[in-house]
């Protein structure tokens, strides 16, 4: 039972490059979140999916897309990389996305945009 | 616009004493609160939480107590030990006395550093 895995652990773009990061969960949870993590500023919700076929803006949506590809998988995609998106991105999920239900994080990314 | 916040970046205490981690919030609608604790190069992790219709929660060495009135909680950890060492961050979400659903969307505060001498 691997919990949240995410690839790649590390990824360095050049500004205007597009890439994909990978989530995926094995306790068969309806819920999943992109989080990004700055300095200063604790994590922001990029993007959430509250069950297999729904998407959801966050707090800080603009220059990400996201696919919930089937139930166990969740991706975020950047077009066009932007230095501003020099981050640690987290992915996360729940049983059921309620308000009190734990949410379990994967390992994270660290990404820089050069 | 910082709806949850934790101003102290660090705290640095001994092995054996209490740690106190501070929380202030904006937002009256939040109505559940939660700690995780991160250490380094992994995800952040669930520690404990309480529901607005509490003051306090304790499990085992750790304590959170909620200031409705001051918008304020705080996470007690006794007795310290060196493996508390770690970044913790409080967190936010709203919707539960809203018939308990919402999509589990949490505000995080900045984190503070926390790390226990031997």
């Known amino acids: 039972n691997a919990g949240v895995t995410q690839t790649p652990k590390f990824q360095v773009l050049k500004t205007g490059q597009s890439m994909t990061l990978q989530c995926a969960q094995d306790?068969?949870?309806?819920?999943m979140y992109w989080y990004r993590q700055d300095p200063g500023m604790g994590l922001r919700l990029i993007y959430y999916?509250?069950?297999?076929?729904?998407?959801d803006k966050g707090e800080v949506p603009n220059g990400y897309n996201v696919s919930r590809l089937n139930k166990r998988e969740f991706s975020l995609r950047l077009e066009s990389a932007a230095p501003s998106q020099t981050s640690v991105y987290f992915c996360?999920?729940?049983?059921?996305?309620?308000?009190?239900?734990?949410?379990?994080f994967g390992p994270g990314t660290r990404l820089t945009v050069l | 616009d910082q709806q949850v916040k934790q101003n102290s970046p660090s705290l640095s205490v001994q092995e054996g004493r209490i740690s106190i981690l501070n929380c202030d919030y904006t937002?009256?609608?939040?109505?559940?609160f939660l700690w995780y604790k991160k250490y380094p190069a992994e995800g952040p992790t669930f520690l404990i939480s309480?529901?607005?219709?509490?003051d306090k929660n304790e499990d085992g060495r750790f304590t959170v107590f909620l200031n409705k009135s001051a918008k304020h909680l705080s996470l007690h950890i006794v007795p310290s030990q060196p493996g508390d060492s770690a970044v913790y961050f409080c967190a936010a979400s709203y919707g539960l006395n809203a018939g308990g659903t919402s999509y589990g969307k949490l505000t995080f505060g900045q984190g503070t550093i926390l790390t226990v001498h031997p």
């Open positions: 937002n009256s609608m939040f109505d559940y």
């Open positions: 996360a999920s729940s049983r059921t996305g309620t308000a009190t239900d734990t949410q379990y």
């Open positions: 999916s509250a069950s297999e076929g729904t998407t």
């Open positions: 309480i529901s607005s219709i509490k």
């Open positions: 306790m068969n949870h309806n819920s």
